[in-house]
C-alpha cells in the first residue's frame, strides 16, 4: 500500500553492478524463471530499498487518550514481470514494526508514544486485531496498469480482495519502482477494527497505506 511513509531510499543504477538480490521465501518464482527463461525481463524485490507504511488512526469519544499509530514493512520479498503484466509481493505479519519515529513524523505525528504502548499496540495488532498465528502473510498480485490505476489482488486476514491502487511506475532495464498512497478498509478483509470500552476509545476502520517498492533485474542462478 507513499502515505506510507516519505518513499525513501530509491534504488538507482549509478552504474554499480549490485548483485541481485534473493528474495525470501514467499512468491513462487517458478513461472518468473519460465519468464526470463524466454527472455523476459524480471526483476526481484529488493527489502533494503522497499517500504509499505500504513497510517492507523484513532476514533470514539475518548479519541483523545489513545494514539494514532505508523506500521511498517521492511521486509517485502517478490517478483515483478512487466513485460507479462504480473508481480507477486509478499511480507509476513510478525514482521511489522509500530511507531518509528521517522515514519511518525512522515505521517503528520508529532506524538511518540511510550516504548510500553508500542508494545501493547503490536501485541494486540498481532493478536485478536490481525490473528498473525492464523494469517501470517500477505499477498499482493498485480496485473497490467491502466490508466495509472493497478489491479491488485489482496490477500490479508484470509480474505482476497481486487483493488483498483493509484499508482506511479518506472521501469527501466535495471529496476522497477512503484509507488503510491491507497486506502484500504480492514472490515473490507474480515478484520474487526480495534476497540475498547465498548468503543468508546477505537481505531478508525480506514486506514492509509503509503508504498515504495524497489525490484532489481533478477537473473536466477542456474545449477551446473
Known amino acids: 500500500m507513499k502515505r506510507l511513509f516519505p518513499l525513501l531510499l530509491l534504488l538507482t543504477a549509478c552504474g554499480q553492478q549490485l548483485a541481485p538480490p534473493v528474495p525470501r521465501p514467499g512468491a513462487d518464482p517458478s ?3 519460465a519468464a526470463v527463461a524466454s527472455g523476459v525481463a524480471v526483476y526481484a524485490v529488493d527489502p533494503h530499498a522497499s517500504l509499505m ?3 492507523v488512526r484513532r476514533s470514539g469519544v475518548m479519541a483523545r487518550l489513545g494514539h494514532d499509530h505508523v506500521v511498517a514493512i521492511h521486509t ?7 513485460g507479462v503484466g504480473r508481480a507477486d ?3 509476513r505479519v510478525d514482521d511489522m514494526t509500530v511507531d518509528e519515529p521517522q515514519l ?4 503528520g505525528i508529532d506524538k511518540q508514544p511510550s516504548s510500553q504502548a508500542v508494545k501493547g499496540t ?3 495488532m498481532l493478536g485478536p486485531v490481525l490473528e498473525a498465528q492464523r494469517y501470517p502473510v500477505v499477498t499482493l498480485r498485480a496485473e497490467r496498469q491502466v490508466d495509472g490505476l493497478l489491479r491488485v489482488a489482496v490477500t490479508l486476514h484470509g480474505v ?3 483493488l483498483a491502487l493509484p499508482t506511479t511506475v518506472r521501469v527501466d532495464a535495471a529496476q522497477v519502482i512503484a509507488s503510491g498512497t491507497a486506502r484500504l478498509k480492514q472490515t473490507d478483509f474480515g478484520i474487526t477494527p480495534f476497540s ?4 468508546l476509545l477505537s481505531v478508525q476502520d480506514e486506514l492509509e497505506v503509503r508504498y515504495h517498492i524497489a525490484a532489481r533485474r533478477w537473473r536466477p542462478v542456474v545449477d551446473p
Do not use: H, K, Q
Open 31 to 33: 513461472p518468473y524463471r
Open 53 to 55: 507504511a500504513v497510517t
Open 76 to 82: 517485502l520479498t517478490g517478483y515483478v514481470a512487466p
Open 89 to 91: 509481493v509478499s511480507f
Open 104 to 107: 511518525l513524523r512522515d505521517a
Open 122 to 124: 503490536r501485541t494486540n
Open 160 to 162: 482476497t480482495r481486487s
Open 196 to 199: 475498547v470500552g465498548g468503543g
